[in-house]
């Protein structure tokens, strides 16, 4: 099975900036799209962004021109850099990982807390 594992959240001030990384170890199967998901309190899992294999994108309206969605394939590692937080962007944010073994098979990260205060 493949295992995601997540590090960079943390508290940050408005306006300030945070780095996700997100590495999947284990599979035997070229992994298709990576992307980050968030979920805040009260609210359902949204995306935030993907990345396909081959290097497409794709952002939450919320997000765009704030965040930004790369993936290394050499590594399977899937980053998102968060720049001009705003405290709605407060939420535990989530790697995800699909691979297709016949069918869609995902995988998801444990989570990481992302606060944004002053």
């Known amino acids: 099975q493949v295992q995601l594992m997540e590090s960079g959240g943390g508290l940050v001030q408005p306006g300030g900036s945070l780095g996700l990384s997100c590495a999947a170890s284990g599979s035997r199967f070229l992994i298709n799209d990576m992307g980050w998901y968030r979920q805040a309190p009260g609210k359902q899992r949204e995306l935030v962004a993907a990345i396909t294999r081959g290097g497409r994108t794709n952002y939450a309206d919320s997000v765009k021109g704030r965040f930004t969605i790369s993936r290394d394939n050499a590594k399977n590692t899937v980053y998102l850099q968060m720049n001009s937080l705003r405290p709605e962007d407060t939420a535990v944010y989530y790697c995800?990982?699909?691979?297709?073994?016949?069918?869609?098979?995902?995988?998801w990260g444990q989570g990481t807390q992302v606060t944004v205060s002053s």
């Open positions: 995800n990982a699909f691979l297709i073994v016949g069918s869609r098979v995902d995988y």
